[in-house]
């Protein structure tokens, strides 16, 4: 293994089809129109000198040490900014191109420190090869005055800032602009003042600086160098792997030295994020190490015991007989589990073959049920397939992007960066959300058309109006339906969409948005040659989740925007593998592919290749287990990766529910919030000690790659064979790609997926078969993946939730994510990223804050009929009055207290977006959160006791 | 909430969503398929059994389709 650097062709590649033919230094090139001379030459081994140039950012032209000579042109222009042409006869190197570049050198040195051998680049650094590229020997000058003294800025807990390097190449404020798009920052001063400046020559924590780390890595010195390399050196190897925060799903190099990850650098060839990477991915993987993971197995009879730990066997063993005690107490079906979006694919495989096959039920479920479960319903019955129809490079072919319920910039950063960039190109934007996401007004460069300001829990009135302004004014590419889709379905949507009630001007009084605003929102989407339809959470965790799914997928047939690049229906997905537990069969009632457990042929299938009778019938979904524990008929879970006591809804309920059952295990890195109340704790591994694929938003699979040992001495799809095969159902698995071969051998979408097949191309986006060989990165081109092979058209009542506001509770509380923290945050929580953001807060609008005398900062007290918690208030504009916000990352602000149990009807994935609440102020953290607060410290007592004891 | 009274709010819920279909033997059959696809047995034994107590608390369309499970199906 060797640290293999990726080579940087100095410009980006241009996308023309057309090619020229030239010469550079005797040798022939073709290359395609807009290339430029700089790539050309390096794509035939010719590596000009280069120092402003990189590759993913435009070329500059400023250090014009990339000079060349052109036969018959005049001076010496910078290869960078020069493009190619037929016939050009091009001379990268002479004798006066020499003098030149050591000239440069010579300058650029003059004001650098000579302190390369205990540099932090000494290695990596570009400057110093540069240096031996010209031959420099001399510095002939003696400045008086330099920047040798610059004061470094340390602010930042990954990055430092040493002005003293700097070359002012303006690589870094390039990459903050075109690649992440935020400008935070700029070139300050003129001449020998200028100089690198964060914001208004502000630190960068003080900034708007949103630390992706595109800066990081396009400095070519050690002005901006990761902290761990200061610490540490520079890694010797690399391992290309896959990030496991968001459902972008980061292509990243883990940058070694021996078993210590050194960096996490985005990877140039990743098709999801092209080099591109957000503070997460790029520098959080610290927990990975951290010095919570737990490492050995622990077993207890009772939650109120010391946890004791015990050998793999030990543990595994008494896991089995509980289980195995319960089933025989109680019955087949008192028993189930829970797969991870956090894991991977064949882990998750494993989870739910264990549940089916060796438990012999259904009862196995996924952290998709409060997340994206209406997609997959919503999708699957109106497209034929439960995914996003496009990849993410489709969105630069966008023309009108809707983005409904999604919040990219802080929830999918790095596809964020890429549409904001699409945005800046001069794509429109129309927003529809509760509450004023960045992209809305808060990007530079970047303005929606429309932001429909809509009242939480109203999504359906508002897809509805639109739709009703689509088919009235005529705005239909009704060719595309009546050929694609089923038309007695189009037919009877249109009578039904028609009507007048659906109308922006009735539908005014319910969403609270202005009608001509949603009129002039239809006709812009409607009418824009790709129109692209974005979504999150903010469509999918209501109660009317799925009909909202349905409503989008009904808008996009109606208006032609599918089958093609840039337009579909993309829903951003949560977790980085909640595409891939989905397909892999984590729902009860589906086989891995999305087939019914009633279906005989399929099921024929599996109990064929896994030599085992299986149930016909739906298993029990997440809230139904809750229910049934508590109905004393489910006994025991073996839950994988997932934290349900801190992310399921309504907290009471859920607690109750895990501690009437017998015997709950939990297989995680961290005690998390569900650990406390478990019988069995099974240490796991994180992304980086572990072999597998993971499937992201865009339905791409990619490889995770093991760069370090496990800590506990297993990988977690080892543990499930060891659990698996205790509980007397074998399991002989030698290593992952053997159970992706028989995830392909029993799933036609997967059927051409191979581990060999993701070396070779690096990733591969599903479907995957004999027709579609490489994957398919647009689906539904020639017919919908429905049986007849037409779209469906659904009828979409809007119909109220059922927590209204009253008197008693008058506000709306809706939740959602930021930027640095992740999820249940045990990731997030044991890194540096608490430096953005150490609690949540409550965001509550100056009027209703007023109203209640609350000030910024002031402890603010949110009760719901489910429960009542405190946090601090943030006062804020960005959430209209009556509506009131929160993040959910830390398990003390208890924020699933105060949400309740009303959920989607078709899939019950929770009503996080809507709970009704009053907020009032108050002196001390409410009564829950005092009694959780007593828990965990004796939970974590409790461990302690049993770690002193082992 | 307890364990009936959440069954008969999601199979009101269910019915709520197919009630828009204005055959209401379509939407009945909508209903029915949605719960004998989705829920577990214990769940559909369960409505069902309060079905045939009266189904107090239970939609007209929720009630012709948990008629019409009963008619498909031996739970």
Redesign the interface.
Known sequence: MSINKEQDFGTPASTEGQTVSLEIDGFAVTAPVGTSIMRAAASIGIDIPKLCATDSIEPFGSCRLCVVQIEGGRGMPASCTTPVAEGLKVCTQNPRLADVRRGIMELYISDHPLDCLTCAANGDCELQDMAGAVGLREVRYNPVETHLHAVKDESNPYFSFDPSKCIVCSRCVRACEETQGTFALTLDGRGFDSKVSPSQNQAFMDSECVSCGACVQACPTATLMEKSVIDHGQPEHAIVTTCAYCGVGCSFRAEMKGEQVIRMVPHKDGKANHGHSCVKGRFAFGYATHKDRITKPMIRASIKDAWQEVSWEEAINHAASEFKRIQAKYGKDSIGGVTSSRCTNEEAYLVQKLIRAGFGNNNVDTCARVCHSPTGYGLKQTFGESSGTQDFDSVMKSDVILVIGANPTDGHPVFGSMMKKRLRQGAKLIVVDPREIDLVSNSPHIKASYHLKLRPGTNVAIINALAHVVVTENLMDETFALERCDVASFEKWKTFITQDYHSPENSEAITGVPAADVRAAARLYATANNGAIYYGLGVTEHSQGSTMVIGIANLAMATGNLGRDGVGVNPLRGQNNVQGSCDMGSFPHEYPGYRHVSDANTRALFQQAWQAELSPEPGLRIPNMFDAALDKTFMGMYIEGEDIAQSDPDTQHVLAALRAMECVVVQDIFLNETAKFAHVFLPGASFLEKDGTFTNAERRISPVRKVMTPLAGYQDWEVTQLLSNAMGYPMNYSHPSEIMAEIASLTPSFSGVSYEKIDELGSVQWPCNEQTPVGTPIMHTETFMRDNGKGLFMLTEFVATAERTNQKFPLILTTGRILSQYNVGAQTRRTANNAWHSEDRLEIHPHDAEDRGLKNGDWAGIKSRAGETVLRALISERVQPGVVYTTFHFPESGANVITTDNSDWATNCPEYKVTAVQVSKVSQHSEWQQEYQKFSENQLELLEQGMANG | ?N?ID?LI??AN??S??F???PDKELAADGVAK?IM???????RHDIINHYQQGGSGLSDLAKMAIAKLIAQTKV
């Open positions: 909430m364990k959440n709010k999601m819920d269910i709520n969503f009630n828009a279909d949605h696809r989705g829920w577990e047995p214990r769940m």
